[in-house]
């Protein structure tokens, strides 16, 4: 198919929209949830024109594109869907790792490889579009969504955005098999006072531009089609009426051209819970023009933006400009001449696709701390495997799955395939002749079948106890923020316990999040992060566990060590009095960027050249055997005129590096990357003196650093 040049794509959506009456384009602004009207009010959207649909698959989505096409002008509906970790609200789908599971990876062409597989899916599904990724910065841990994060910094976020979304969007749209991506939540959804989901926001526009606004910029660059609006407020002003942060940031300054959709019934909530409009009309006003392009599932937006027109309060330009940009889209992904998307037939859960997901499984296991336990060798016998999320798929796969959001199974029945820890331990303690001894011990929410004694009679006699401890899917999510981060039910009891017995203890946190667990870290020999690793998450854990794989996931957030001290995020701003908590040090537990291999590496030689903003060292692996290092660039602005981070991570790379070989790396960095915000919300590099470090993660025993004059 030849794609429509600019101006063609121009001519054609003038065209449109010059036919389009007054209620069309009211319809065409509209997304229908489907599971939350009847088929008759669905196919009634359809013939008035909707825009689009979410959640809605196969036959019931064929039945709403004919009857679209079937109108007066006939313009395809777009179909959307909350595709997070794969298309896992489909149940034959492939699952991946969750965001924050991913991120621990830092392997920006994994990340792409997830986008590519989940839009094939979602593609062979006849749907469009994809509500990910989520560019939202998980800081304050107490927020209930954490995990759909890439973890708490802004650059991060960014590369690792950028990446999944050329994944979902290939290099053309209308590929068969590329689906649009939707960047959100836009901006600030995870900086919520208290960490309580949908709040107002701690956030200026200085500080929006300077910590939230990158990731965003980056989605912009890399062509992003879609951006979500978010739920919160800013300095008083709920995003979705936001004109400031829609039309002038996003829309001029960084240029996006795609479509804005609300989220979920922002319209609405402009009336119900802000309280910043009197009735429905008042907060379509604001949300359309502000620069919302597609409204959410507020049905009742509809009849209030034809009736604000028709008496002159709004005018019909605001709404030619967001049907434009609608169109815009549907013409790129050439729906008008191919409405349903082909795929790649056969291709749901194929060897391939599987085989993707338990590579970014294996590269987002995070060791970090190891007494020498790990890996494991021989003569060990017995291995006793216990806790709540050993043999737990709905916890290995947290949110946004068939199981917390079903569309097509209902009955959320857990389908193959998948491999929990304790199939992934069985699976190698048996080629390695050891026996598994097994028990949940209790729950992870509390529960009248706990039963400590029965793990402690399990591990008795054991060589070693696997440990898998965590959260589960009601802990997760939206409405399910957390004000206490320590583990819930008996968890901790149960480790308590075990230490009794004097045998070595691993545990591995199988959660949405960091969760608060000192304790647990002291008197464990070994400790792996693991989130929620998707489908072959199991499985990784135990080659981890068993040496197969050589760790080498970094933490893309940090972990609290209570849950008093939240935030804990690396990048602070300087503050005085030092040590600010006298019952606790200030340090988080473990910090971002952290992450132990089983092998050892060195930084050195490390070199600037002003002029070029480039910097370069020599990374080698000291240890025994082959591995994978992330290393990371951190820099700190010495003298600014605004507060600068701590320090912030500029760059990184991840290098494979046989057992004793090294190698000079070199990272170019750009004159923007030592910029900042000035207080009138100008982004300028103030010239003087930076600090530039690098090491394996972002504590300062790790890092080498020089100090450079930039003019
Ligand atoms: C969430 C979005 C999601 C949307 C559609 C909202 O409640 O905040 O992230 O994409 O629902 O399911």
């Given at each position: ?14 065209s ?44 019931d ?22 595709a ?46 994809t ?53 959100k ?13 949908a ?52 829309k ?25 409009a ?80 338990l ?7 995070t ?45 959320r ?29 209790c ?33 997760t ?51 792996l ?24 996931g ?59 903003y ?31 981070p ?15 070989e ?18 009138d ?11 530039l ?17 930039l003019?």
């Amino acid at each position: 198919m030849v794609q429509n040049t600019a101006a063609e794509l121009e001519t054609r959506v003038k065209s449109l929209l010059s036919r389009m009456t007054l209620a069309e384009k009211a319809a065409q602004m509209m997304q229908i949830p489907f599971f939350m009207v009847t088929r008759e009010e669905a196919l009634l959207w359809a013939r008035r024109g909707a825009g689009s649909f979410l959640h809605v698959l196969g036959d019931d989505a064929r039945e709403l594109q004919k009857a679209a096409l079937e109108t007066r002008l006939g313009i395809p509906v777009l179909f959307g869907i909350d595709a997070i970790h794969g298309h896992a609200l489909n149940d034959r789908a492939t699952i991946f790792p969750s965001q924050l599971s991913g991120a621990c990876s830092w392997n920006p062409s994994l990340i792409e490889e997830m986008g590519r597989v989940t839009a094939r899916e979602v593609a062979t599904d006849g749907l469009h579009w994809t509500f990910s990724p989520v560019l939202c910065l998980g800081r304050d841990t107490r927020w209930g969504r954490i995990d759909e994060t890439f973890g708490e910094d802004p650059f991060l976020a960014g590369e690792l955005g950028a990446a999944i979304i050329r994944g979902y969007q290939g290099d053309r749209l209308d590929d068969d098999e590329s689906i649009a991506a939707c960047a959100k939540h836009y901006i600030g959804y995870g900086e919520a006072v208290g960490g309580r989901d949908a709040c107002d926001t701690e956030m200026t526009f200085r500080k929006m531009r300077e910590v939230f606004l990158p990731p965003f910029r980056r989605a912009v660059d890399a062509g992003v089609a879609t951006v979500m609006t978010a739920y919160g407020s800013i300095d008083g002003t709920p995003f979705t009426a936001s004109e400031k942060s829609l039309k002038s940031i996003l829309k001029e300054e960084l240029g996006f051209d795609g479509f804005v959709v609300t989220d979920w019934d922002n319209v609405n909530s402009l009336v119900s819970r802000q309280h910043v409009a009197a009735d429905l009309d008042e907060a379509s006003l604001l949300a359309a023009n502000a620069g919302n392009d597609m409204i959410m599932t507020t049905e009742a937006f509809y009849e209030s933006a034809i009736r604000l027109v028709e008496s002159g309060r709004l005018s019909e330009r605001v709404l030619d400009t967001a049907v434009a940009n609608i169109l815009r889209i549907k013409l790129r992904m050439g729906l008008f001449e191919r409405p349903e998307k082909r795929g790649k037939p056969g291709c749901f859960a194929c060897a391939e696709h599987l085989d993707a997901s338990l590579r970014l499984a294996r590269e987002s296991v995070t060791l970090l701390k190891n007494d020498g336990v790990l890996p494991l060798s021989k003569p060990i016998s017995r291995i006793a495997v216990i806790g709540p999320n050993a043999d737990d798929i709905r916890a290995q796969y947290g949110d946004w799955t068939y199981f917390s959001q079903p569309v097509a199974n209902p009955g959320r029945t857990p389908q193959r395939p998948y491999t929990t820890l304790l199939e992934g331990m069985r699976a190698r303690a048996g080629e390695q002749g050891a026996t598994i001894c097994y028990h949940p011990g209790c729950g992870v929410l509390p529960d009248p079948a706990d039963d400590l004694d029965g793990a402690l009679e399990a591990a008795r006699g054991c060589d070693v106890i696997i440990l898998a401890l965590g959260d589960v899917e009601e802990q997760t999510g939206e409405f399910k923020d957390r004000a206490d981060l320590s583990l819930s039910g008996k968890q901790e009891e149960l480790f308590l316990r075990l230490t009794g017995l004097n045998i070595p203890i691993v545990t591995v946190l199988i959660s949405s999040k960091p969760l608060c667990v000192p304790r647990i870290v002291a008197g464990s020999s070994a400790f792996l992060a693991a989130f929620n690793g998707g489908m072959f998450g199991g499985q990784a854990i135990a080659e981890v566990i068993f040496g197969r794989i050589n760790p080498s996931g970094k933490l893309p957030i940090s972990f609290p060590r209570h849950s008093g001290q939240v935030p804990v995020y690396y990048n602070q701003l300087p503050g005085w009095h030092g040590d600010k908590y006298v019952d606790l040090p200030e340090t988080p537990l473990f910090s971002f960027g952290e992450g132990l291999s089983y092998t050892r590496f060195t930084y050195s030689d490390l070199r600037v050249d002003a002029d070029a903003y480039s910097i370069r060292f020599t990374l080698k692996n000291e240890g025994g055997r082959a591995g994978a290092e992330t290393a990371q660039v951190y820099l700190r602005d010495l003298v600014s005129s605004v507060l600068s981070p701590v320090k912030r991570l500029v760059a990184f790379q991840k290098v494979w590096l046989e057992a004793g070989e090294s190698r000079e790396v070199v990272f170019a960095l750009r004159r923007e990357d030592f910029s900042l915000v000035l207080p009138d919300e100008r982004r300028v590099v103030e010239p003087g003196e930076f600090m530039l470090s690098v090491g394996g993660s972002s504590k300062d025993e790790d890092l080498i650093s020089v100090t450079i004059y930039l003019r």
